[in-house]
């Protein structure tokens, strides 16, 4: 069988199913070709949707146990019932997949369930995913690869997604564990380590490196860590792990100090019912066929592409996880859209320096732009302004008072180079200030807008008067 395209979708994840959309929206012939059997990536069916639903949960199931009664309400008989929550997580994710391919439908675009190999430039083969499947041989004139990521692996800890396990094991666990090991204190170790911190394991989050959240701004990594530790959360810090022993009564670790064991010494011990390997991502490019169509990798196994998304062949674009970055969604989303733009002969552009990180631990963290290390780095003169969640009376109506905003100005033209926030619904309030970035603003364009009383971004606001040292609440 052979059809043609204006545009083959290789990836049914964030990137590569609104870059589909969007090329359908602009007249383009187009197909996505998916091997997972359902679309939305890993995020959408392994990733940031589930992990999403179980911190609902689980957080709801916190404040029954241990907040409800200082708001008066008292809960007796408090008992957690896993498979039913497991079983909404199943549900929200089976939902949204349902969604994506009716938007599939919707916009005309093909979906092709199998795995693609790019034979050549313009050609794509599908291999069914069950054998005495028939192969499809696909003709187009753009292929968009949108393959995202998959997990990195550890040496000397093999995951088996039952004792050890990776972030789409951990959230599918059958019963709570006793103990749990994190190995990494990025976003998804203290995102999945929170959700069964809260159920009822006790969690220790191993990191080689000496902070948590590696790379956000220093200020927020330190107090972050400070709150996961009060609420029950234990980092050893600066640790290697060099080997895992699984058993029928858990796994034994051996770790060692992250700059080597001294002369004489012998790995530390230690053991848990369930470790959770999340030490980050790798581009995935399994079977997809790039050096037979000749396509630059660099070595760490980024596909390269130019200003525009093309790789080296023409023809032949990429975005997404799988060209590096900042692995995100909403990153890989932005991509694909202006991908899909520039193919169909329009202009796109994205503002890396405006796009929001987000963890989406209780209280949430959001940072855009530089961080205050970053600044100084560059020798760039910066004002910063800073608000305490404490001082916030919304977040007082609320309990939530972890926390702070802060906001770093550009000292001569008080341009808003950066926004750091850690407290309650972070993710959403920084997108106030991303909007003002997008737009080249200032802090005291935010400090001059008014914000309604009593709400959660008045901070946002207090934050901006304090880099001019006019908070008017603190």
């Not at 058993?247 to 060692?256: D, F, P």
């Amino acid at each position: 069988m052979s059809d043609a395209y204006d545009v083959i979708v290789i990836g049914g994840g964030p990137g590569g199913y609104v870059g589909a959309i969007r090329a359908a929206q602009l007249g383009l012939k187009t197909a996505i070709v998916e091997k997972r059997g359902t679309l939305g990536g890993t995020c959408l069916n392994v990733g940031c949707i589930p992990s999403k639903a179980l911190l609902q949960s689980s957080h709801h199931y916190e404040m029954a146990g241990h907040e409800f009664a200082d708001h008066g309400v008292h809960v007796s008989g408090l008992k957690l019932d896993l498979k039913t929550m497991l079983g909404r997580k199943e549900m929200v994710v089976n939902d949204l997949t349902k969604g994506v391919e009716f938007l599939m439908k919707k916009n005309k675009i093909d979906y092709h369930v199998g795995n693609a190999e790019i034979t050549a430039p313009g050609e794509v083969v599908v291999k069914p995913l069950k054998k005495g499947g028939k192969k499809q041989t696909l003709k187009t004139v753009n292929i968009i690869i949108a393959t995202g990521s998959d997990v990195t692996r550890l040496p000397g800890v093999a995951i088996d997604e039952k004792q050890i396990v990776s972030s789409t094991g951990a959230l599918s666990l059958p019963k709570v564990p006793k103990t749990m090991v994190v190995i990494g204190a990025g976003v998804i170790g203290l995102e999945l380590g929170s959700v069964w911190r809260r159920l009822g394991a006790a969690v220790t989050v191993i990191e080689f490196l000496d902070v948590a959240l590696p790379g956000m701004d220093a200020e927020v990594s330190k107090n972050m860590q400070r709150i996961l530790k009060k609420q029950g959360m234990s980092f050893k810090m600066k640790t290697k792990v060099t080997g895992a022993k699984t058993a029928r009564a858990g796994v034994t670790l051996s770790m060692e100090p992250h700059d080597g064991l001294a002369k004489g010494a012998k790995p530390e011990i230690m053991k848990a019912d369930v470790v959770l390997v999340a030490i980050g991502r790798k581009p995935y490019t399994e079977g997809l066929g790039l050096k037979k169509a000749s396509v630059s990798i660099d070595e760490r196994g980024f596909i390269l592409v130019d200003d525009d998304f093309q790789t080296n062949v023409e023809g032949i674009y990429a975005i997404g996880d799988v060209i590096g970055g900042m692995m995100l969604a909403h990153k890989a989303e932005d991509e694909g859209i202006v991908c899909a733009e520039i193919i169909a002969g329009e202009s796109g552009h994205i503002d890396y320096n405006s796009v929001p990180g987000i963890v989406y631990t209780h209280p949430e963290v959001a940072a855009a732009g530089k961080t205050e290390e970053q600044l100084k780095d560059a020798g760039i003169e910066y004002n910063s302004g800073k608000f305490p969640f404490t001082a916030n009376s919304r977040a007082r109506c609320n309990a939530s008072t972890d926390g702070f905003v802060k906001i770093l100005s550009d000292k001569a033209t008080d341009t808003v180079l950066g926004c750091h926030i850690i407290g309650p619904q972070a993710g959403d309030l920084i997108q106030e200030v991303v909007n003002v970035m997008e737009f080249g603003g200032s802090a005291e364009d935010i400090a001059r807008i008014c914000h309604g009383h009593p709400g959660l971004p008045e901070a946002v606001k207090e934050a901006a008067l304090a880099t001019a040292g006019r908070a008017i609440h603190m």
